[in-house]
């Protein structure tokens, strides 16, 4: 995995800009034009050739910046674990999330999941890391079993087969401006907007693409050539506040980077996390999100969580790989 970020604090910028203007960039979905789409469907215009998105460069990295970079191998969820939870926006509720997300990594997370419960459980990452990363399923809509041949159920209009992930890939990177610092372990991060389509979308960051076309991530689904998989790029916020591992709205302790790559004042940058993941899907096959029942499986409401449960010394051989300019994996 390249350690760089294709999307980089320029695509961020898109959230502001003017519909029209985003279209003409081919980055921002249209939404349907009729009456709201119901369904497990996806509306008319969910989705965008991949040689019509135009590529999206990264900003050139300054004089000191951290260029290497950290890769894990947590699997692609080969165990099923599955649930309708989300721990880090709804802790202690049952089936919070209304709709099915897949987990890599700590093998545990639940609704009921504690810090102390994550660190005492198993992992699929092959380095012994016990974080958990978890973002919706995506479906092959039709049929009535709402489910998959793992007994995962549809939920509030989230039916169809699931799709299981061809590949997951997992990677740190540094910050193109200067040096990353620790993340702290429990550390909760959140990428994406799960209501984008009925909020105004300002936290909407959902990438999707093709493999073999890099730089080139969609507020859309993405059509992808025969023999070219699927994806969804997962960015996670990288300049922490130095002092919370979560607050109130679950954003404000870990933002974004400004345009150019610098952290706002007030934060420091921690290792860039990316999740690519990647689905063999049939050209000509439609796809649908799983989502709030109120967003139709909109593509722009794609997120993902993560929670650090890495111990401190292995964070650390982190940070000294990425600040080294050196490419580990693990």
């Known amino acids: 995995m390249s350690g760089k970020r294709t999307r980089g604090p320029a695509f961020a910028a898109l959230a502001g800009l003017a519909a029209i ?45 951290s260029t290497g970079s950290w890769t894990e191998d947590c699997g692609r969820n080969e165990e099923h674990h599955r649930n309708t939870d989300n721990v880090v926006l709804s802790p202690g509720v049952s089936m919070g999330a209304h709709h099915t997300h897949d987990y890599v990594g700590n093998l545990s997370t639940d609704a009921f999941s504690t810090d102390d419960s994550l660190a005492a459980a198993g992992t699929t990452c092959t380095d012994g890391d016990r974080s958990t990363f978890f ?25 169809g087969t699931v799709l299981d992930p061809a590949s997951v890939s997992i990677g740190f990177s540094g910050s193109p401006t200067g040096q990353v610092v620790p993340m702290p372990r429990f550390l909760r991060l959140v990428t994406g907007d799960a209501k984008a389509a009925t909020d105004g979308g300002a936290h909407a960051r959902a990438e999707w693409g093709c493999e073999g076309f890099p730089g080139r991530l969609s507020l859309r689904y993405t059509r992808c050539p025969v023999g070219h998989r699927l994806t969804t790029t997962l960015d996670f916020p ?15 302790h870990a933002v974004f980077p400004l345009p150019g790559g610098s952290c706002p004042q007030g934060t420091f940058p921690v290792p860039h996390l990316r999740v690519v993941v990647a689905y063999a899907v049939p050209p000509g096959t439609p796809v649908a999100l799983d989502s709030f029942p109120e967003q139709r499986h909109d593509p722009s409401t794609g997120h993902a969580l993560f929670i650090d449960v890495m111990s401190d010394s292995r964070m650390a051989e982190v940070v000294a790989c990425i600040n080294e300019g050196r490419h580990c994996r693990d």
Do not use: K, Q, Y
Not at 42 to 53: K, N, Q, Y
Not at 137 to 158: C, K, M, Q, S
Not at 238 to 252: I, K, N, Q, V, Y
């Open 238 to 252: 990288d300049c922490w506040d130095g002092l919370r591992t979560d607050s109130a709205d679950h954003r404000s």
């Open 21 to 65: 203007a985003a279209l003409c960039l081919g980055v921002l979905r249209p939404g349907p034009t009729g009456p709201a789409h119901a369904g497990p469907v996806p509306a008319p215009g969910w989705s965008v050739d991949i040689r019509e998105v135009a590529p999206m460069a990264d900003p050139p990295p300054a004089p000191g910046a």
């Open 135 to 159: 973002w919706p399923v995506l479906r092959v809509p039709g049929g009535e079993g709402g489910g998959d041949a793992h007994g995962t159920a549809g939920t509030d209009g989230n039916t």
